[in-house]
């Protein structure tokens, strides 16, 4: 399809990380060729019929609990303080420019807790509501003012879940035309309403009573609760790794006092790209240093590793990432003094011996500054 329609790329790069992949899109245009194709088709071979009054009531019921189903997982995980973390040690030590939009609105709702646990309330307020029918309009209500405020941090942050924030927001903004009618009298005529009659069962029948009970209360246990639990799991162990030192490295930002490479001392220079400038070790074994070195993970113009001492704390072993079995390189380690470091290894072919300084750094926005009474710019 996308070879002979849309040639949106010769190869198609598949969903990840991302939505909005090559891949991604290609999808998206298929589902909606297929869609009209398909609506063309039915209502010719169907023209004779006004109305699909029981299509109508499961496609209503399916993106009802679709869209509370999203909204309780991306929600309570905001409730956690999960889904966006507080800035760490790298990231704070990263100048501000360098920052991509996405990574920059990311660090900027996971620095306030609070704002982020407000916004997961009221997520996992329009997923309540939807799942009973007496208050769904106003879940839906809701769930488009939330749902058309994450398509906009998506869109002007350049955050790469579009397309699937602008599925959620259509369905939002259907639930919601289905009660058009009332709407339109309450709000704009001033005119008496009818009770709802979109989600009422289509069905009296012992049988579908219990079946649709049945299907509800699973819906909850598997999609509330478990994914509840879930996360509390997840969330316990993150806090307990946050706090997590790895003797005997003590966290910090140290400054690279001297670099030796192939016997060569290697001046200080802000020019000098590949030369190390500074080493910051983070809690439970995280860690970057300011260089290009592509051999690392490289982000934001900082080299990403994860760190690990031996047992005697003479070895420092340095993995790509901590799912790595073998270390990119590993280091005598030396602590001469409180503070201080040094790093003796081979890398690829080259030999490094480099002394650390422990700086005495101070991020003020780890204080998480809040002021009642501001008589002043900051």
Known sequence: ????????????????????????????????????????????LDRRSEAYPKLYYFLGLGLRY???????????????????????????ATPLGDFLPMRFS??????????QVFSGIAEVLVALLLVWRNTALLGSLLSVGVFANVFMLNMSY?????IYSFHLLLASIYLVWQERERLIGFFLKNAPTLPSAVY?????????????????????ITSFGMVTYNYYEYRLQYH?????????VDPGMYHVELFVKNGDTIPESLADT????????????AGSFSANDSSFRMRYGRAYFDYRP????????????????????????????KGKMRLIGLKDSDTLSIVLKKLPRHFALTERQFHWLSESNR
């Open 1 to 44: 399809m996308n070879s002979r329609f849309f040639r949106i790329k010769d190869v198609l790069v598949p969903m990840g990380g991302s939505g909005d992949t090559s891949y991604g899109w290609a999808l998206f245009y298929t589902q909606l060729l297929l869609a009209v194709v398909g609506t063309v088709v039915w209502s010719i």
């Open 66 to 92: 679709t869209v509370a189903g999203i909204a309780f997982t991306y929600g309570i995980l905001k409730v956690f303080a999960m889904q966006m973390y507080f800035p760490n040690l790298s990231q704070l």
């Open 106 to 115: 990311w660090l900027f709702i996971g620095y306030s807790t609070p704002y």
């Open 158 to 162: 350049d955050i790469p879940v579009k």
């Open 200 to 220: 009422t069962p289509i069905s009296r029948s012992k049988w579908f009573n219990i079946s649709r009970w049945v299907l509800k209360i699973f819906f909850i």
């Open 240 to 248: 307990a790794d946050l706090t997590k030192v790895l003797p005997p």
């Open 274 to 285: 590949l030369r190390w400038r500074d080493v910051i070790f983070d809690y439970n074994g």
């Open 310 to 337: 031996d047992s005697a704390g003479e070895l420092l072993e340095w993995r790509k990432a901590n799912w790595d079995s073998l270390p990119m390189v590993v280091f005598d380690l030396e602590i001469p003094e």
